[in-house]
C-alpha cells in the first residue's frame, strides 16, 4: 500500500504580487530616510572641516609664533592699497604654510593666494591696509569644496565658502561676526558671519540655518 501520510505539500517562497508590494515598502521607506540620513551627513562634514580648519590655522600660528620669537605682524608701511599679491605670498611662505603638511601655495594674479589643503578644501587670502582695529588685515576665505568652479572670490555663501581674518598682532585666525542678520542675508556675496555663527554654536550648524539643509 502507497501510503503518503496524507502529507500536503505546502509551497514556500513568495508570489510576485508579494514581493512587488514588498519592494514598494522599501521604496518608500528609503525614500523618507535617505534624504535625511544625507543630509545630516552633510551638516556633519561640513561642521567638522570648519573645526578643523579652524583649529589648523591657529596650530600653525602657533608653531610659527614659538619658532620666531613671536608671530611677525604685517609691515603697515609696506602695504599697499591693491596689488599686495608678492607681500602676502612671501608672508604666508616664511610664517604660515610652512608649519602646515600637506598643502600647495599659489597666488593669485592682482588677488592674493590660494591654499590648496590635503582633504580637498583650501582658501584664498587677500590683506586689506586698513580693515580690523585700523590694522592691516589678511582675509581668509575658506572653501570646503577647493575647485575653481565653487570657489570664487569675494562670495561668502555660507555654503561653501565662509570668512575668516588673520590678526597678525593678537597671532590668531578668528571668524568674522556671529549674527544671523549677517548670515541669513539674501546676498549670498553679503553673507559674512555664517563660520562665526557656526563656531559660536559649539561647532553645530543651527536648525535653522537656511543655507545648508
Known amino acids: 500500500m502507497n501510503n503518503k501520510c496524507g502529507a500536503a505539500h505546502i509551497k514556500s517562497g513568495f508570489t510576485l504580487a508579494e514581493v512587488l508590494i514588498t519592494l514598494g515598502i522599501i521604496g518608500v521607506v528609503a525614500a523618507l530616510t535617505i534624504p535625511s540620513l544625507m543630509s545630516k551627513y552633510h551638516r556633519?562634514?561640513?561642521?567638522?572641516?570648519?573645526?578643523?580648519?579652524?583649529?589648523?590655522?591657529?596650530?600653525?600660528?602657533?608653531?610659527?609664533?614659538e619658532d620666531n620669537d613671536g608671530f611677525p605682524p604685517l609691515d603697515s608701511s609696506t602695504v599697499k592699497d591693491n596689488d599686495n599679491v608678492e607681500l602676502i605670498n612671501d608672508y604666508y611662505?616664511?610664517?604660515?604654510?610652512?608649519?602646515?603638511?600637506?598643502?600647495?601655495?599659489?597666488?593669485?594674479?592682482?588677488?592674493?593666494?590660494?591654499?590648496?589643503?590635503?582633504?580637498?578644501?583650501?582658501?584664498?587670502?587677500y590683506l586689506q591696509a586698513q580693515a580690523i582695529n585700523g590694522a592691516p588685515t589678511l582675509?581668509?576665505?575658506?572653501?570646503?569644496?577647493?575647485?575653481?568652479?565653487?570657489?570664487?572670490?569675494?562670495?561668502?555663501?555660507?555654503?561653501?565658502?565662509?570668512?575668516?581674518?588673520?590678526?597678525?598682532?593678537?597671532?590668531?585666525?578668528?571668524?568674522?561676526?556671529?549674527?544671523?542678520?549677517?548670515?541669513?542675508n539674501t546676498n549670498k556675496e553679503l553673507r559674512y558671519s555664517c563660520a562665526g555663527l557656526i563656531k559660536q554654536n559649539g561647532w553645530k550648524i543651527p536648525d535653522d540655518y537656511p543655507w545648508i539643509k
Open 93 to 125: 611662505s616664511k610664517y604660515i604654510v610652512k608649519y602646515m603638511s600637506g598643502v600647495t601655495l599659489n597666488k593669485v594674479t592682482s588677488f592674493g593666494v590660494k591654499v590648496l589643503l590635503s582633504d580637498g578644501s583650501g582658501f584664498t587670502s
Open 44 to 65: 556633519m562634514t561640513v561642521e567638522t572641516k570648519l573645526k578643523k580648519f579652524y583649529s589648523t590655522m591657529n596650530q600653525a600660528i602657533k608653531l610659527s609664533e
Open 139 to 184: 582675509w581668509v576665505m575658506y572653501c570646503l569644496n577647493a575647485d575653481e568652479k565653487y570657489c570664487k572670490n569675494n562670495v561668502y555663501d555660507g555654503k561653501n565658502q565662509f570668512l575668516f581674518y588673520i590678526d597678525t598682532e593678537k597671532a590668531h585666525m578668528e571668524t568674522f561676526g556671529s549674527d544671523k542678520g549677517s548670515c541669513y
